[in-house]
T-cell receptor, first 114, second 115 residues
Framework: NAGVTQTPKFQVLKTGQSMTLQCAQDMNHEYMSWYRQDPGMGLRLIHYSVGAGITDQGEVPNGYNVSRSTTEDFPLRLLSAAPSQTSVYFC?????????????FGEGSRLTVL | AQSVAQPEDQVNVAEGNPLTVKCTYSVSGNPYLFWYVQYPNRGLQFLLKYITGDNLVKGSYGFEAEFNKSQTSFHLKKPSALVSDSALYFCAVRDSGVSNYQLIWGAGTKLIIKP
């Protein structure tokens, strides 16, 4: 069981560059989300999706785009990287639109923006 | 406003002793409460949840948590700590009366178990 798979695990970018963090899940979960984790700040929700073709903004969406063309994939795009986007990014999915079900997390993608 | 507080940045416990990691919350409706654990350089893993029913919830790795509605708390406990329990623990809440598909997260508590 692969669960939630994120790639790449590590990435270094220069300010202004763009990139896409990939996320795929094989559990047929409708709900998928992206978080960033910064020291002392816990997890902050960037974007989420409750099904293919449906996305919405979370707490900190600026500078990020998402799309959900399939149930399995939920890529996160950084449009023009800034040093403030240096963080660890986690993709997570849930089976019942986050009603009472728990989240399943990927291993994380550590991004450094110089 | 919805919020979660984990008042301790770090908790130190000797191996074999009982441990408690504290969590208090504020929501307007009925809470759905969760605990997650994060080991170094890993993603978060679900430990346990309270949705309804018995106030004492048992979860993975021998952990349990008690829902206290009057004190708006959901403290994580374990009777006998192991060195392998050392990790970062997060409490999260969802307001059952709000359909915004979002969890509110605490800032995390680092648990250190000393041999």
């Amino acid at each position: 069981n692969a669960g939630v798979t994120q790639t790449p695990k590590f990435q270094v970018l220069k300010t202004g560059q763009s990139m896409t963090l990939q996320c795929a899940q094989d559990m047929n979960h409708e709900y998928m989300s992206w978080y960033r984790q910064d020291p002392g700040m816990g997890l902050r929700l960037i974007h989420y999706s409750v099904g293919a073709g449906i996305t919405d903004q979370g707490e900190v969406p600026n500078g990020y785009n998402v799309s959900r063309s399939t149930t399995e994939d939920f890529p996160l795009r950084l449009l023009s990287a800034a040093p403030s986007q240096t963080s660890v990014y986690f993709c997570a999915s849930s089976r019942d639109s986050l009603n009472t079900g728990e989240l399943f997390f990927g291993e994380g993608s550590r991004l450094t923006v110089l | 406003a919805q919020s979660v507080a984990q008042p301790e940045d770090q908790v130190n416990v000797a191996e074999g002793n009982p441990l408690t990691v504290k969590c208090t919350y504020s929501v307007s409706g009925n809470p759905y409460l969760f605990w997650y654990v994060q080991y170094p350089n890993r993603g978060l893993q679900f430990l346990l949840k309270y949705i309804t029913g018995d106030n004492l919830v048992k979860g993975s790795y021998g952990f349990e948590a008690e829902f206290n509605k009057s004190q708006t708390s959901f403290h994580l406990k374990k009777p006998s700590a192991l060195v392998s329990d050392s990790a970062l623990y997060f409490c999260a809440v969802r307001d059952s009366g709000v359909s915004n598909y979002q969890l509110i997260w605490g800032a995390g508590t680092k648990l250190i178990i000393k041999p």
